[in-house]
Nanobody, 127 residues
Framework: QVQLVESGGGSVQAGGSLRLSCVASSYIAGGYCMAWFRQAPGSEREGVARMSPGGSVIYYADSVKGRFTISRDNAKQMAYLQMNSLKPEDTAMYYC?????????????????????WGQGTQVTVS
């Protein structure tokens, strides 16, 4: 069982930056893909970014490419999402997720059903 806790959300003006952090309760380097999802009110949860266990395979949603960067530190059991050039449409609850055996296929790597463990979320508001 892996427990995930996000932090770093907040309110920023458009064009600003935030760095989200996710700490895992258990060892995550052994095969867990780490990902960030977001969900705005009235919308489905969507995948934002995903990193393979070793960090070599990364996917981003088209809407955040060039602005967001996912990273992880397996020794610290941490995952991060650096968000730059934030836009009002980035406003959402952001969730950290961990999953085993997530395919290295762009269309599949950010499906919510591929991830077994989820954090409680951290709110990001861009005005």
């Amino acid at each position: 069982q892996v427990q995930l806790v996000e932090s770093g959300g907040g309110s920023v003006q458009a064009g600003g930056s935030l760095r989200l952090s996710c700490v895992a309760s258990s060892y995550i380097a052994g095969g867990y893909c780490m990902a960030w999802f977001r969900q705005a009110p009235g919308s489905e949860r969507e995948g934002v970014a995903r990193m393979s266990p070793g960090g070599s395979v990364i996917y981003y949603a088209d809407s955040v490419k060039g602005r967001f960067t996912i990273s992880r530190d397996n020794a610290k059991q941490m995952a991060y999402l650096q968000m730059n050039s934030l836009k009002p449409e980035d406003t959402a609850m952001y969730y950290c997720a961990a999953g085993l055996s997530v395919p290295n296929v762009p269309n599949l790597a950010l499906e919510t059903r591929r991830y077994h463990y989820w954090g409680q979320g951290t709110q990001v508001t861009v005005s």
